[in-house]
Every structure is written in structure tokens, then in C-alpha cells.
């Protein structure tokens, strides 16, 4: 067998929306905005930090000068890994371009899969949809799915970060109302992690703030930030921007304002503690101009992720996107459409904690059945990544020679052994023939995800945490519940 | 001084999104692949015109076995024209068929149709194609012709000309049509001669690309490649499209369902090719997976996309023009999947750079055609070529001076740069950004309710721009005259 | 003589602002009415925006720059009338509730109810009860408008409401609430007037209010 | 003693060609009776396979390794049973019609129907009335099954029965019909006894006619 020389291969599809110089042009203007117009702190102790880091302080009003940006760039580490809360495992690799799938967290209201309404998200809405998550094989991490309503609001956080650390072992990027809340999660996460070291060797929860735009860093986002670097617990930073309202209407001017936010944000963490993990994020999105929403599934959104994702990667900082989401109000056809573009778009570039999958209406809303047919979608846009392998194995022409014209493979060892591996199979999606599809009821995608939802929520018991780790955790939230009382 | 008045050197963009499915030596692999099983392996060729084609071209003739020297396959690729302009039926120069340029349209010959009126699922009758045409030309993402279902309610062996004839009265769009056999593609060309005003004039500026289609693997049936070879002396460009999935007619692997595919159409290449140095060639491309649990050839798959891309970076490869596949559903219904196996398919294809993408009318595997299936089409391509447009990075399109001016906490909705430019934001017609409760105010409609409508309003209402008389006439007359052809064949 | 109302009207519309400066001025140096030019020519132009806005026939921007046009209108006509005689459709304070610095919300329906003839008091985010309370002592607002993001932030409205009930003014001003979270229940639930969806249906809901 | 059935089936079952030819062969060496052999061990197996194919937890690939496995068991058992004993669930003659080369659908239900138990025979593609004639009169099939891809070339799906009619052999055989294009009305049109929409159904179509 002959041996190659110089042959490239593309082992998975290449990919890309900006050239590095595009990039390299982003990130000077970027700075160039940190560097001229600032941004504001509500934050003492960030403002202080920033101060000692080189930073001009106006007042709340912080400039940036480029030598700190570049400063923190280079101690920001490239990679963070999170874990499975239960087995230790280290399942997510946030670096390069592995892309990871996982739901979101702020919608307030839910689909109930059993009537049909969309009510406000509760506790148990909130355990089911980390039940459902923890069954799907192509989900990798949980986000709440939904901001529980039914308890006391003012430490809702703590019930919510304890009915998904209860149902799933999969890692957790969670949200806190502030820094107490953040401290009262990351209590429960040392608890289950068996202390505070082996929390921030193997940590299995990530903190999700950020900025307000333009270019704010409210006292919530800047103290998380801060108490993230100082725990050594990775952290989410992800401005949610939109075009023409709280950004310029011209991408590369999105692009230019969301990452000055990201990298001040950055600034004040590496500065706190040099080389502590920092996830960049991003929802970059239009202003639908004429509904006035933050589009969750315009093109220009799909766009937007990508060449963020082209930015992440070139800045070598994990990057947190978002996918499978929808501004339809209900789970139909151009949920369908946007949520199968937007992970498409999403695996091909790479970017690698992908939450909101199961957002409908514009992010107001989650549906665990959209969730479950994203799982289907996610699991077609990864066969497409893994690409086309070109070798002597799969060029087969002596298979082909054998079976000559005419014929057919479908009895052939060769196909036996790569059909399943070739090919993906989905779970919901329906490929049978149309009788076969009348006698099994007509059903339509929903119709077939609802089934699957419901079955999981009543069959399907995720692992649970020890009895004992339970009650500590929810003796910290009682914790909480008294301290509000008085 | 103001950044923009000096020019940054060195400075490479990407002025649109870059998909490389297949790199430049994976590309030339699977050719070689090809190459060698057309000299090894051969195909069964099914015509004694085409055997005696290929015989006097210098290939290997034995029976209807005929092997192909790489030389001769590569002469052949070396003389296909590398872009095809087709026109519209006004002579307008329309479809660039050439580098990465990507246009939609629908698909041929599905023996069901939905009716968008009554949603009841049955056989396509030459109303419904009078239907599909009115819809083609009405759309503005769509932009060619194809008939939508096979017409059964008239002579059976002329389904393809009454369908033509359809097509021809409701819309000026560029066709791409199918015939039964040589008689049909002369009924064809003769009505096409008739609208672009002779056939010397259809043959500089064509409107249609004649479609056919072979029996993979590697088999020939003597309407194929007599289809390429008529289209070569007739100087009509050529769809030539093997329908090849991957572990029925192709080894399992995503390589060899390439090398199949490939192999098929060159075949078809060096048939017109020895005919007329030159012809019109478009490289074609069914090429998907068969799904093993229920045997059919899906339209939904992932491999569908990924296969599509792999055989358009080859036509890329090797400078031929390419037609490729999106749009298209294993759906039987208009539902969620439909939404999400069209999106996936539309937004890879139009990635890859396909010339020609076919099917934005298909669902059930594409045993049936839905009008409705390709107005949502007509959507999502227009969502999906806004992302081909990539982004710009100039000191216009980063804005820092109205960065700075708006600063921390402000607003850019009041800005003369955000009026200048949120009209490059797409703008949806199906797809609803309605709020909850202005969505429900409007009756809460799925968005299948809203294409519904669309597709009828646009059937009741677009008048296409009509046909003379006189040439109408001429239409008639042809098809009068092959149903007085085919009523002396019984 | 022309009145040039119907040019007025047309060139609000299409947002060109020196046109509406230029032709206000000859409105007013050919004699016309100050309070004419105000109702006849600038107010019907924004109402034609407002109505294609709600079906979707003019986008944020558009209606933005024709708010942005009237305005000058309104600055070369306003000098010129008793400051109790320009007509206004009522005066509406508006804020993001305390603990919420999220502001576009807001200052899009602040905009919105601009363009649609209300005097707008913004006083901006992070506004607790207390800075309502004394807006609301200090202009008499027909309506005040609370917005918020956050879940947490949201039952700061509550606050606000209570607290106006304690100063014995929950009955002088109506109370409308709006942001991602926010919905009909929860306006019911926490006794206020009414809930505005979006930044269009908040001007419908005040004329609503206060007719 | 051992008599290796339940091995069988399940080797069957999971396609193992080389362990089905062994325990076969112990099967024999152990003087079990090759019917048993075969009613016992081998058709078992492939009942099992088929009814796990129709639920979707086989895949064609799969069903057709354990057909092969199953075939080599019987190629072993075959030479010492005599002709008219081997069980066959009957015969069937199967071919694509007139004008069409489009072999895969029509070459899958052979081999599903083969791994039912039927006898198989095959004419091929571009098969018109006469071939099938032919074939119905040489081998006395209880099914004829006749395959079509194209709209046109179905037509001669009627060509054949009309010829069946005129050769008085239409009431000795069943007709089934499949392929794209065909359907339940267009099998009652051209009077054919039924209708497969594919190749697993074929299978239960073929037992439920024979039976």
C-alpha cells in the first residue's frame, strides 16, 4: 500500500465566518473602546482592583488601557474542564473547538408537556426539565430551564441550584441572584465535591453573570466575578447585546462593543487572581426592529455566534454560546428552523458551552419538548461535523469492484460493520415509510417529543446524591429561608 | 488623524462565511477513487448508441460492459465547460452557474402532492403543476423551475410534456425538466425553441437545463445516457444525476458513496462530452443515506447534508458545475421536523457553494411534493443567505466614534448610524417575532397556518406575466402533436 | 396660502428633519396658528407613525427619527404659545425598578410615549419607591411606569405600589408595569393598573388609562 | 445431551455465519433430525429477527447477516433431508417490470421474503409480462411480486395480470405490487391481490396470501 506524502486532510469540516486578520481588527477596536470610552463599575472593590491593575478610574467610570487587556489575555487559561457531580468524571472540555450542548436559565415561564400551558416555571418544573436533560445523550450540561417562581424569590437561587444538583450529575452552570446567593451554591457544591480544594480541582458548576450593555458592570456581575477568581471557580461572563438598541446596528460594531465587555469583565477577574478560569460568552443578537424583542433566532444571530466563536478561538479564551432556541411562540415549524440553524451554525464553529437549548418565544419561554427534538438536531449537526474520512477502508473500491454495476452492498460485511457508525440514527426524527407512519397514529415531531418528555419524567430516576449530602444542602437552603424571614 | 484614511496592508477577510467540507487531497482522492473504478470496475451501459459512443471514444467496450481509460475521463473534464449561464424565459441572463453561486428551487416527479387547499395528500394532476408555477414564480428565493409531482392525469407517457407546457404558461423562471425519453426531450426543446424565439437562440441563451437521471451503481438505462448524449447534439446544457445512497447502492462509507456518485456522473460526463466537445454538463448529486430500519432513501438525514457538500467540493474540485440537494423532509406531515430537516439541509447547502439547489419541495422521503413546504423554503433561504453574507469589519461597520458617543448605559436606537444600517437586518415574512400576548392577539397561529395562507393567497392571486397568443398557440400545437405521436405507439 | 400642514405631516413621517424645521418656520412666518401647526401639522403626522408602526409597516429607528423631527418642530413652535396652552396627552413618569440597571426597555417605551404626545419624566434605573413617590409629588402624573428584567427586581413594583397606598396617592395616578418577566397575572396580583406587553401597546394602554 | 437450538437461534439472532455453520454441524454430528434441525434451530432464530426488524430494533444490514447465517446452516442440513421435505413457507417469483432497472427495493424484499422462509426466484430487472409468464409456468409460484420505480414503467404491472388472465393462470397465483410509485388504489385498480409498501411488509403480505 502506497504511503502518502503532504496530504491534507480535513478530519472534520472547516469552518469560518472572520480571517484571523478580521479577527486581530476586532480585537484592536475592542480595545480601543476599553481604552477611549470605558466602561462603568458598580463595584467598589472592582474599581480598586482595576485601579492597582493600571486602569484609569473616573469615578464608577473605568478606562482600560490596552497593555492591561493584553495582560489578562495572556494569563486567562485556554482551557477549563467540568465534571459529572456524581461519578468525578470529566466529561466537559471547554477548549479548542469541542462544542457542548446545555439548556438555559431565565426563562419565567414553561410549557407544562402535560397540559399544554405556558405557566410560570416552579420548583418542580425546574427538577423535571433536569430530569429530562440528564436522559438526553446529547445534552452535556444543565442550565435550569426555568427561573423557579414558587418559593421565596429573594433566595430563589439556592431552590433552583438544588433542584438540579438533586436531578442530574451532569455539570452545572448556574445563576445567583448576587454574591450571597453564589456563596450559599458554592457551599453545596464543596459539600458534594467533598471540600473546597477538590471543588476547584474538579469543579462540576460554573457561575453565569453579566455585564448590562453598554459596557455597565453592575455591583451583582462585578462582585461574582471577583468572588469567582478569588474560589478558583471557573466563571461565565456573557454580554447579552442587541443591534441597533444597546449596540450598533453593524455587526463588526456588535462584535466590537460585546467583546469590550467581555474583556472588561476579564480584566477584573484576572486582575482579582491572575489565571483564574474565565468562560467569554456572548448572545449577540439584533433588536427585531419592528417587535422591539431580542431575536433568538434571526440569521444575524447565527451569524453573530459564529464569528464569536472565531474570535474565542483566536483569543484562545473558552467561549459560551448559544443554540437551539427560538423567538416562535410555540414549538412549531420555524422553531423547528431556527433551532436546527442555530446548532448547525453552532457545531460547525465550534464555540464550546452552548446553553438555551429549549428557549422558545425569544427566551421567555422553555419547552422541554423543543428540548427533546434538539437533542435529535444536535445529534445531527455532531455527525456532520465528524466530517468525511478518506482512506483505503472507506474508498472501498475493491467492495465496489465486487459488487459492480448493478448490484447492491446491502449484504456486504463492510456495511455491516460501518452503518452505524456512518450514519446517525435520531430517536424522534421519522423516517418511515407513510403507512407504516398512518398505522402508528400520524404523529407529528411534537407529538412524539411530548411522549418521550412524559415518559421520562415518570420512568426515568436520575442518580441520586447520597441521603446525607441531600439534607446538608437542604439545610443550607433553609439557611437562606430563615435569614430572609428575619 | 481619522483612522480611515489610511489603508490597512496585509489585510485579508473573509467576505463571506468559508465551509470546507473536503480538503483539495480529499477532493483529488476521491476522484482518483473514481477514476480507478471507472477503468477497473466499468459500467453497464444499456444503449447501443451510447456503447458506440464510448467504443469509437478509445473505451474499453465488451458487451454492454464498458471501462473507461482515466485519460479519456480526464479529457473529458478538461473540456467541460466550467460555467453555464441559463436565462430566464424573457432572455434575461439569470442563473450564473459558476464558482460558489447558490440558487434554490424545487423538485421533479414526486407521485403525491398535498393539496394546499383541502391538505388532502393525492396524486399530482397538471392543475396542481399550473400551481407549483404560479408559486415558483411568485417567490422571490426561488429561483428556477421544476415540475412538483409527476402529472397523472393525462397520457401517462406525457406527463413530462403536459408538465413543461404548465410550467411554461405560469411562470418565466429558468426550468430544469425531466423527460420519459428522446421523443419527450424533442417536444421539450421544440417548446422551449418556441419561447426563446428559435432553437439557435435557445441554444446561446437557454432557459432549461434538461434533467435525467441513472441507476446507481455504476448502471445506465438507455433513457439516461441516450438523455446525455441528445442534450450534447442538441447543444442543451445537462443535469446529469445519480441517485445514490449510502449501504444500498454505495458501500456504508460517506468515501465510496462518493466515489459511486462521482463515477456515475462522469459516465454521463464523457458521453456528451464525445459527442460535442463542451456541452453543458452540471454535475448532479442525489446523494444521501438509506435509513436501515424502514429501507427508505431519507431527505432529512445529516448525511444528506454532509454528502451533498462532500460530492460539491469534488464538482468544485474539478470545475463543473454543480446541483445539489436542501430544502426536503422525510416528513409526512407540516410540522417540526419538516421546519428543522429543511434548515439543516438549506443552510449546508448554500455553505457548500453549491450552483443548483434542488428539492425545496419535498417531504415523505420525497415520494410527495408540497407547495407549502417550499414557500417556508422560500423563507429560510432567504434566512440562510443573509448568513452567507458574511460580516463586515471596516471603521464604518466597528463604529467606535458612535460607540463612544452613545457610551456606558446609553441607547442606539436614535442614532443616524443605526438608521443607516438596521435595514441589513432580515427581514422575516413567515417567521413571527411577535410578542406572547401580540401573538395571541393575532389568533395564535403556528407558523404552518401562516405558510398555508401565503401559499394560497399566492396561488389565488400572483398573476404571472402571460405568453403571447401566438406562441401559446405554438405550445399547443406541439403538445397536439405528441399525443397524436404517442396514441400511434398504442 | 398654503398652511403647509399636509407637508409637515408628510415630512414627519418620513423622519426628514430639516425639512420639518425649515417648513415650521414658514408655517410660522406665513401666520399660521402655532397651536394649528402643533395639532394639524405635527401631531397628525406622528399618529400615521404610530399606526403603521403597530401593524409593522415602520420600524423603531423610523419612528425614532420622526419623533426626533417633531421635536424640532415642537422646540421652534413652543416659544411661541402659553406654556399651559401646548398640548400635551398627559404627563407619565417612568423608571427601571431599584436594583435593575437594565434601561432599554424603558427608554424605548419613554420614546414610544414621546412620539405619541406624552410628557415623559424618566428617572432612569435603579429607582426605588421612593423616587417614584416623590415624582409623582413633585410633576402629577397621570400614570407611572415601572420596568424590570429580573425576577428579583420585579417585586420592587409591589413596594412602589404599597407605598403610594401608605401616602394615600395610589388613587391620583394610575400604575403600569412592564419587562421580560412581568405579565398580566402578576400586574393583578400586585394590584396595578394595568401591563403593557411591548413599547407600542404601553402609549395604546395609557390613552387607555387616561381617557 | 445437548441439542443446540437455542444456541443456534440466538446465533441466528446476531449474525455469527461461523458459529451457526459449527453448531450446526455439532447439531448433525449430535443426531439431532435435520428437520428439527432446521424448525427448531435455524427458523426460530430468523422469527425473532424479523419481528425485532418490524419494531425497529434491527437494521436491515443486521437482519440480512443473520439471513446469511441462516442460509449456511440450511446449505449444511439441506443434503440430508429430502427435497420435498425441506420446509418452505412456499414459492415466490419476484422481478422489476418493463423498462426499468431500478433493482435495490425488489432485490431487499427477496431477501427479505428468502429470510422468511420463502423460495425465491428471481427474474430480475426489465422483466416484462412474457418473462413472468414464463416463470409462473415453470415454477407454479403461490405469489408473484412485481417491482416499479417509475410512473411510466408501473403501467406494465397490468400488462402482466391481463396476459396471467388470457393464459387462464390468474386464479393459481397472487399478485403483490410495491415500489415508489404504487399504491393501495392503484393495486385495486389493476386487480392485483395486494400491496406491499415495503419489504418487511411484503413478508407478512406473502403468509397472509398463502395462508
Known sequence: MPVKSNYAENASPMFRILSPRQCEEILLAAQEVLERTGVTVYDEEARDTLKKAGCWVDDILVRIPSAVVDRALRSVPKRVTLCNSRTGSRDVRLEGYNAYFGTGSDTPFTIDPYTGKRQRSTKQS????????????????????????????????????????????????????????????????????????????????????????????????????????????????????????????????????????????????????????????????????ATTIFSYGSPEFNLLMSCLADLAHYLKIPMFGTAGCSDSNLVDEQAGIEGALSIAMTALSGPNLNHDVGYIEYGSTSSLEFLTINNDVIGMARRLVRGIQVNDETLALDLIHKIGPGGHFLCEDHTMKHFKTETYYPNLIDRQRYESWVETGSKTLFERANEKVKDIIENYEPDPLPKDIQQKIRGIVERSEQKIAK | MSKSQYVRANYQVNATPQLKMLSDDQCESILNGALEVLERTGAEIHSQEALDVFKKGGCWVDGNMVRFPSHIVEWAIRNAPSRIVISNQKGERTLFLEGQNVYYGPGPTNTYTIDPFTGERRRPRKADTVRAAKVIDALPNISYAMDCGTVMDVTPTLSDVHAFQAMLENTNKPIIHWGFGIDQYQDIIDMAAVVAGGLEALQQNPFILLYSESSPPLRHSVEAIDKAIFAAKNNIPIVYTPCTFAGGVAPATMAATLVIAVADSLVGLVAGQLVRK????????????????????????????????????????????????????????????????????????????????????????????????????????????????????????????????????????????????????????????????????????????????????????????????????????????????????? | MSNYYEELTQSIISGQLDRVKSLTQQAIGAGNNPIDIINQGLIPGMSVVGARFKVGKMYVPEVLMSARAMDAGMQLVKPLILSEDIPSAGKIVIGTVKGDLHDIGKNLVSMMLESAGYTVINVGVDAGPEKFLQAVKEHQPGVIGMSALLTTTMLSMKDTIELLKEEGLRDKVKVIIGGAPISQDFADEIGADGFAPDAGSAADLCKKLLA
Open chain 2, 278 to 490: 463542451g456541452s453543458g454538463f452540471v454535475m448532479g448529486g442525489l446523494i444521501s443515506t438509506m435509513d436501515m430500519a424502514s429501507t427508505i432513501l431519507s431527505y432529512g438525514a445529516a448525511e444528506l447534508s454532509l454528502l451533498s457538500a462532500g460530492l460539491t467540493a469534488v464538482a468544485r474540485y474539478m470545475k463543473i458545475p454543480m446541483f445539489s440537494t436542501g430544502g426536503c423532509t422525510d416528513s409526512k406531515v407540516i410540522d417540526t421536523q419538516m421546519g428543522l430537516e429543511a434548515a439543516f439541509s438549506i443552510l449546508i447547502a448554500g455553505l457548500s457553494g453549491a450552483n443548483l439547489i434542488h428539492d425545496c419541495s419535498y417531504m415523505e422521503y420525497g415520494a410527495t411534493s408540497s407547495l407549502e413546504l417550499m414557500t417556508m423554503d422560500d423563507e429560510i433561504i432567504g434566512m440562510v443567505k443573509r448568513i452567507l453574507q458574511g460580516v463586515e469589519v471596516d471603521d464604518e461597520h466597528l463604529a467606535l466614534d458612535v460607540i463612544n458617543k452613545v457610551g456606558p448605559g446609553g441607547h442606539y436606537l436614535a442614532e443616524d448610524h443605526t438608521m443607516k444600517h438596521f435595514w441589513g437586518f432580515w427581514a422575516p415574512t413567515l417567521i413571527n417575532r411577535l410578542r406572547y400576548d401580540g401573538w395571541k392577539a393575532e389568533g395564535s397561529k403556528p407558523m404552518a397556518q401562516r405558510v398555508k395562507e401565503k401559499t394560497q393567497d399566492i396561488i389565488n392571486n400572483h398573476k404571472p406575466e402571460p405568453k403571447s397568443e401566438s406562441v401559446l398557440a405554438e405550445i399547443q400545437a406541439i403538445v397536439d402533436r405528441a399525443e397524436a405521436r404517442e396514441a400511434n405507439k398504442r
Open chain 1, 126 to 289: 425546574v427538577s423535571n426539565a433536569c430530569k429530562v436533560i440528564d436522559a438526553l445523550e446529547n445534552l452535556d450540561f444543565v442550565m435550569s430551564l426555568g427561573i423557579v417562581q414558587d418559593v421565596p424569590l429573594l433566595i430563589s437561587d439556592r431552590h433552583q441550584f438544588e433542584a438540579q444538583v438533586l436531578n442530574t450529575g451532569k455539570p452545572i452552570v448556574t445563576t445567583a441572584h448576587d454574591i450571597y446567593g453564589f456563596a450559599d451554591i458554592i457551599e453545596m457544591c464543596e459539600i458534594i465535591a467533598g471540600g473546597e480544594e477538590e471543588l476547584r480541582r474538579n469543579p462540576f458548576m460554573t457561575l453565569y453573570a453579566e455585564p448590562i450593555s453598554p459596557l455597565q458592570h453592575a455591583w451583582e456581575a462585578a462582585s461574582k466575578l471577583i468572588l469567582a477568581a478569588k474560589k478558583g471557580l471557573p466563571v461565565v461572563y456573557t454580554p447579552c447585546v442587541m443591534a441597533g438598541g444597546t449596540v450598533p446596528a453593524t455587526m463588526a460594531g456588535v462584535l466590537t462593543q460585546g467583546l469590550a465587555e467581555s474583556l472588561s469583565g476579564l480584566v477584573i477577574n484576572q486582575s482579582t487572581r491572575e489565571g483564574s478560569p474565565f468562560i467569554m460568552g456572548g448572545v449577540f443578537t439584533i433588536m427585531d426592529m
